[in-house]
């Protein structure tokens, strides 16, 4: 693919899952990659198939090493390290450091990553940002406010960079998919099982939907096409949606 043949590129979260199948991807079309991950050993592990570079730490603080080990230039960011965990309902007590660290994780490392990153793109014209969030960014997931209201964050964020900066040459992508067959989605409890693992995708699927998307330049990413008729019944009927996802909500609740 003529638009990463060459092109250097950073994976973050990329030790295991959707992150590693990205990088995999990006390396086998003629990248050059950086794998982050908080998991030292996974990270070395995927580098080391692909031909990688692997730089475990925190995703929200490695764009300058990244670069260096790059070359001095990153042309391609994949913003794909994410938290779960569900914080707590309402009516039980607040997890602050839950919700704190999915702010962190989920938008802010995005928004740190952009800031860093931005100032060399403009100059170029050039650069491409590819946020992994999730159908929940778009819809919401019953059982986990925190991820939830995140990673809506994490998608308003890869818009507004979107509408902001395309026309000085930056591409924008946000994945959006439901369940993958992750790490996470098997931390996603009796939840995660309801309403996510019956449609689950490999994470092989979310990086042909991706660069299906590269190749088509588009923004929105749904490895999950029927995400999109779900996003259009939310904004045009959003009390027959919240009534849909309240009764999958009670079901969830019936089996606790």
Same mark, same amino acid.
């Given at each position: 693919?003529? +638009?990463?043949?060459g092109?250097?590129?950073?994976? $973050?979260?990329?030790g295991?899952? *959707?992150?590693?199948?990205?990088?995999?991807?990006?390396?086998?079309?003629?990248a050059?990659?950086?794998?982050?991950?908080?998991?030292?050993?996974? =990270?070395?592990?995927?580098?080391?198939?692909?031909?990688?570079?692997?730089?475990?730490?925190? /995703? =929200?603080?490695?764009?300058?090493?990244?670069?260096?080990a790059?070359g001095?230039?990153? @042309?391609?960011?994949? /913003?794909?390290?994410?938290?779960?965990?569900?914080?707590?309902?309402?009516?039980?007590?607040?997890?602050?450091?839950?919700? /704190?660290?999915?702010? @962190?994780?989920?938008?802010?490392?995005?928004?740190?990553?952009?800031?860093?990153?931005?100032?060399?793109?403009?100059?170029?014209g050039?650069?491409?940002?590819?946020? $992994?969030?999730?159908? +929940?960014?778009?819809?919401?997931?019953i059982?986990?406010? #925190?991820?939830?209201v995140?990673?809506?964050? =994490?998608?308003a %964020?890869?818009?507004?960079?979107?509408l902001? &900066?395309r026309?000085?040459?930056?591409?924008?992508?946000?994945?959006?998919?439901?369940?993958?067959?992750?790490?996470?989605?098997?931390?996603?409890?009796?939840?995660g @099982?309801?309403?996510?693992?019956?449609?689950a995708?490999?994470?092989?699927?979310?990086a042909?939907?991706? %660069?299906?998307?590269?190749?088509?330049?588009? %923004?929105? *990413?749904l #490895?999950?096409?029927?995400?999109?008729? &779900? &996003?259009? =019944?939310?904004?045009?009927? #959003?009390?027959?949606?919240?009534?849909?996802?309240?009764? *999958?909500?009670?079901?969830?609740?019936?089996?606790?």
């Amino acid at each position: 693919m003529e +638009a990463v043949q060459g092109a250097k590129v950073v994976v $973050t979260g990329a030790g295991g899952g *959707i992150g590693a199948a990205l990088a995999r991807r990006f390396a086998a079309q003629g990248a050059r990659v950086v794998v982050n991950d908080l998991d030292a050993d996974g =990270a070395k592990a995927v580098a080391e198939e692909i031909g990688g570079i692997a730089l475990p730490g925190d /995703a =929200a603080t490695i764009v300058t090493e990244a670069r260096d080990a790059l070359g001095g230039t990153v @042309d391609v960011y994949c /913003a794909n390290a994410g938290v779960g965990g569900d914080g707590g309902d309402v009516g039980e007590p607040l997890d602050e450091r839950a919700w /704190a660290l999915s702010w @962190d994780v989920n938008v802010m490392a995005h928004v740190r990553a952009a800031h860093a990153l931005l100032p060399d793109w403009l100059e170029r014209g050039s650069g491409r940002f590819v946020s $992994t969030v999730s159908a +929940a960014g778009l819809l919401t997931m019953i059982g986990a406010a #925190p991820y939830s209201v995140t990673k809506h964050g =994490a998608y308003a %964020f890869a818009e507004w960079l979107s509408l902001t &900066y395309r026309h000085r040459g930056l591409k924008v992508h946000a994945i959006c998919p439901q369940g993958v067959r992750t790490g996470m989605l098997d931390a996603s409890g009796s939840a995660g @099982d309801l309403v996510l693992r019956p449609t689950a995708i490999e994470p092989d699927d979310v990086a042909d939907a991706l %660069f299906r998307g590269i190749e088509e330049d588009r %923004f929105l *990413i749904l #490895p999950h096409p029927e995400v999109a008729e &779900y &996003y259009r =019944a939310r904004a045009t009927d #959003p009390e027959r949606w919240l009534g849909g996802m309240n009764r *999958i909500q009670q079901q969830w609740e019936a089996t606790r």
